[in-house]
């Protein structure tokens, strides 16, 4: 069919060739050409044809090279759009390229449209996921507000498989996720900030504002979920967290001392009525009342607290008062030694500096009392000997004034009276060497049980006792010496008064006589008041009346009734000696 076609374009080109050449030569034959005018014609014609011929047949050749080429390019661009989008085959697709360029360029072009309509589709989805994850990226790291400033998404022509998409789109649900957490946890904080800001009687706003503006609602900024963002939102709830437990635990503290101080001080019930949500809020655990831990509240408790802190250490210095009183009248009825003064100024001085409290200063006074009654129990029965041995002192004391008393024999108004009080504390005073006796046993033996010296008002008893025995026993030799020589001197009366009866002289002599024996009796006398007078007192070298007991002692006698017995020692000694023998 194809050399019918082209025998037929060669008759049909030789007939229009032939019939313009005949014409051409009758034009030549009429003009008169010559014949090398003609043969140059023709060549140039025979040329100008093959040029033709040449433009054709190139322009052929190049209209199947390009053919080839989109064939090419065609195959390879299936081939491309295969590998990218992950098809290995389709249905359409040409097992075998037959036929012509053009029949082979027909055969896969509906394929290769098809691959190309479905990249199209897979690239939108990929930009639409990659958008997607870009800009929620972009919100987690904080860049929302940036969101116009977002670089294009350049998509991966190379690799548009299903298996890409799916990971992009377990990414997006990945981000989607994070996303909702982020939020969920910022709504949480949010919260959580706005409760506690409540409770503690914060602004909320402001709080959430400093942390990032756009969390507050007001702004109209889309939330801030960014790392940088929840640390700021945790650590602002750790820290109010820490500002709650602080102020439940000062409000727990201040709770607990208004109970403590109205239980004190008796507080009434409709006084404590206005502080009882304080007392009442330190039993919960969680505290979440409105306005339950604010300032003003804590400084209204903080402020009852310190009035009623000044109204118990007023109180509490009256008690003290009476605790120390109580603990001197103990010291004294027992007569101990008394804590001295400074050592309460010390005391007070140390709760005025917070290093002690009135609690531990009552414990103190109480344990001090009980010390004091322990030991002033313990010394009852030494006491008790010792106010009979005062007593016998006084009784003493009276007899030796009544033996001076030369008119105590007279009939006078109660003096039967004296004559039996006498005739007690003749009784009371001989049992006083038994009474010291037993007193000083006593006095010993609490010693060796306390390992401590026995004290009455600051004097050793014993040392006291011993003195008074030593004094005592000066006191009878004295009296005895006295004696001595009181009978010595009315035997030598005797003796001159037997002489003169003997003599029997004259009258005038006798008178002589007699004012001799006058004036030797009333030199004798004379001679016993000056040794009278002469007599040392036994107690002028004592050294606890004259000095007081050791170097560290007080000067004076511990005890004024003790003190006027041995002042009195003296005055007793010799009113004894000189005075009559009493019946």
Same mark, same amino acid.
């Given at each position: 069919?194809?050399?019918?076609?082209?025998?037929?374009?060669?008759?049909?080109?030789?007939?229009?060739?032939?019939?313009?050449?005949?014409?051409?030569?009758?034009?030549?034959?009429?003009?008169?050409?010559?014949?090398?005018?003609?043969?140059?014609?023709?060549?140039?014609?025979? @040329?100008?044809?093959? $040029?033709?011929?040449?433009?054709?047949?190139?322009?052929?050749?190049?209209?199947?090279?390009?053919?080839?080429? =989109?064939?090419?390019?065609?195959?390879?661009?299936?081939?491309?759009?295969?590998?990218?989008?992950?098809?290995?085959?389709?249905?359409? +697709?040409?097992?075998?390229?037959?036929?012509?360029?053009?029949?082979?360029?027909?055969?896969?072009?509906?394929?290769?449209?098809?691959? $190309?309509?479905?990249?199209? =589709?897979?690239?939108?989805?990929?930009?639409?996921?990659?958008?997607?994850?870009?800009?929620?990226?972009?919100?987690?790291?904080? $860049?929302?507000?940036?969101?116009?400033?977002?670089? *294009?998404?350049?998509?991966?022509?190379? &690799?548009?498989?299903?298996? +890409?998409?799916?990971?992009?789109?377990?990414?997006?649900?990945?981000?989607?996720?994070?996303?909702?957490?982020?939020?969920?946890?910022?709504?949480?904080?949010?919260?959580?900030?706005?409760?506690?800001?409540?409770?503690?009687?914060?602004?909320?706003?402001?709080?959430?504002?400093?942390? *990032?503006?756009?969390?507050?609602?007001?702004?109209?900024?889309?939330?801030?979920?960014?790392?940088?963002?929840?640390?700021?939102?945790?650590?602002?709830?750790?820290?109010?967290?820490?500002?709650?437990?602080?102020?439940?635990?000062?409000? *727990?503290?201040?709770?607990?001392?208004?109970?403590?101080?109205?239980?004190?001080?008796?507080?009434?019930?409709?006084?404590?009525?206005?502080?009882?949500?304080?007392?009442?809020?330190?039993?919960?655990?969680?505290?979440?009342?409105?306005?339950?831990?604010?300032?003003?509240?804590?400084?209204?408790?903080?402020?009852?607290?310190?009035?009623?802190?000044?109204?118990?250490?007023?109180?509490?210095? !009256?008690?003290?008062?009476?605790?120390?009183? !109580?603990? =001197?009248?103990?010291?004294?009825?027992? *007569?101990?030694?008394?804590?001295?003064?400074?050592?309460?100024?010390?005391?007070?001085?140390?709760?005025?500096?917070?290093?002690?409290?009135?609690?531990?200063?009552?414990?103190?006074?109480?344990?001090?009392?009980?010390?004091?009654?322990?030991?002033?129990?313990?010394?009852?029965?030494?006491?008790?000997?010792?106010?009979?041995?005062?007593?016998?002192?006084?009784? !003493? #004391?009276?007899?030796?004034?009544?033996?001076? &008393?030369?008119?105590?024999?007279?009939?006078?108004?109660?003096?039967?009276?004296?004559?039996?009080?006498?005739? #007690?504390?003749? %009784?009371?005073?001989?049992?006083?060497? /038994?009474?010291?006796?037993?007193?000083?046993?006593?006095?010993?033996?609490?010693?060796?049980?306390?390992?401590? %010296?026995?004290?009455?008002?600051?004097?050793?008893?014993?040392?006291?006792?011993?003195?008074?025995?030593?004094?005592?026993?000066?006191? !009878?030799?004295?009296?005895?010496?006295?004696?001595?020589?009181?009978?010595?001197?009315?035997?030598?009366?005797? %003796?001159?008064?037997?002489?003169?009866?003997?003599? #029997?002289?004259?009258?005038?002599?006798?008178?002589?006589? &007699?004012?001799? @024996?006058?004036?030797?009796?009333?030199?004798?006398?004379?001679?016993?008041?000056?040794?009278?007078?002469?007599?040392?007192?036994?107690?002028?070298?004592?050294?606890?009346?004259?000095?007081?007991?050791?170097? $560290?002692?007080?000067?004076?006698?511990?005890?004024?009734?003790? &003190?006027? @017995?041995?002042?009195?020692?003296? /005055?007793?000694?010799?009113?004894?000696?000189?005075?009559?023998?009493?019946?």
């Amino acid at each position: 069919m194809g050399s019918l076609q082209a025998t037929r374009s060669a008759a049909m080109l030789e007939t229009s060739c032939g019939y313009l050449l005949q014409e051409l030569q009758m034009i030549w034959d009429e003009v008169g050409e010559d014949e090398f005018e003609r043969e140059k014609v023709l060549v140039d014609l025979e @040329h100008e044809c093959l $040029q033709v011929y040449r433009r054709k047949v190139d322009n052929a050749n190049m209209s199947r090279a390009r053919l080839h080429q =989109e064939l090419a390019d065609s195959e390879a661009q299936f081939t491309h759009l295969l590998l990218s989008l992950d098809e290995r085959s389709l249905p359409t +697709r040409p097992e075998k390229m037959t036929g012509t360029l053009k029949e082979q360029l027909g055969a896969i072009a509906p394929a290769l449209q098809k691959l $190309q309509i479905k990249k199209a =589709e897979r690239m939108k989805q990929f930009e639409t996921i990659q958008s997607e994850i870009q800009k929620i990226s972009a919100e987690i790291a904080g $860049q929302s507000e940036y969101e116009d400033a977002l670089p *294009h998404v350049i998509v991966n022509e190379n &690799d548009l498989s299903l298996k +890409r998409l799916e990971e992009y789109q377990m990414e997006l649900q990945r981000l989607h996720a994070d996303k909702s957490d982020r939020l969920e946890r910022v709504k949480n904080y949010i919260s959580k900030i706005q409760n506690l800001s409540a409770t503690l009687g914060m602004d909320s706003s402001m709080i959430i504002t400093k942390v *990032h503006p756009s969390l507050n609602e007001l702004s109209g900024l889309s939330k801030n979920m960014s790392d940088h963002v929840l640390v700021k939102l945790d650590s602002t709830v750790e820290s109010l967290e820490e500002e709650k437990h602080s102020r439940i635990e000062k409000l *727990h503290n201040l709770g607990n001392s208004l109970k403590n101080l109205w239980d004190l001080l008796d507080t009434p019930y409709t006084d404590r009525q206005s502080f009882s949500h304080i007392s009442s809020s330190t039993t919960l655990e969680n505290i979440s009342t409105p306005g339950s831990l604010a300032i003003k509240m804590i400084k209204q408790a903080e402020d009852e607290v310190e009035r009623l802190d000044q109204v118990k250490a007023s109180k509490m210095k !009256e008690l003290l008062v009476k605790k120390q009183s !109580e603990l =001197e009248n103990i010291c004294r009825r027992s *007569h101990m030694e008394v804590p001295p003064l400074s050592e309460m100024d010390n005391i007070v001085n140390s709760i005025k500096r917070g290093e002690m409290d009135y609690a531990d200063l009552l414990n103190s006074m109480d344990e001090q009392i009980a010390k004091a009654g322990d030991e002033a129990l313990s010394r009852k029965t030494i006491m008790e000997k010792v106010e009979k041995w005062a007593l016998a002192r006084d009784e !003493e #004391r009276w007899l030796e004034e009544y033996n001076m &008393d030369d008119n105590r024999y007279s009939v006078s108004r109660g003096a039967h009276k004296n004559l039996k009080r006498a005739e #007690r504390a003749r %009784v009371m005073v001989n049992k006083m060497p /038994a009474l010291v006796d037993s007193l000083i046993a006593k006095t010993k033996s609490w010693e060796e049980e306390r390992k401590k %010296v026995f004290l009455y008002d600051k004097v050793p008893l014993l040392a006291l006792m011993e003195e008074y025995n030593m004094s005592r026993r000066e006191k !009878e030799e004295e009296k005895q010496r006295l004696q001595r020589e009181k009978k010595l001197l009315q035997s030598k009366v005797v %003796v001159l008064h037997e002489r003169a009866m003997l003599t #029997r002289p004259t009258t005038s002599a006798r008178g002589r006589l &007699d004012q001799s @024996h006058d004036g030797e009796f009333k030199k004798g006398s004379t001679w016993i008041q000056q040794g009278t007078n002469n007599v040392r007192s036994p107690f002028q070298n004592l050294s606890y009346v004259k000095d007081g007991w050791g170097s $560290q002692g007080p000067k004076r006698f511990p005890c004024r009734r003790l &003190d006027r @017995h041995l002042r009195e020692d003296q /005055a007793s000694t010799v009113s004894t000696s000189v005075s009559p023998i009493s019946p």
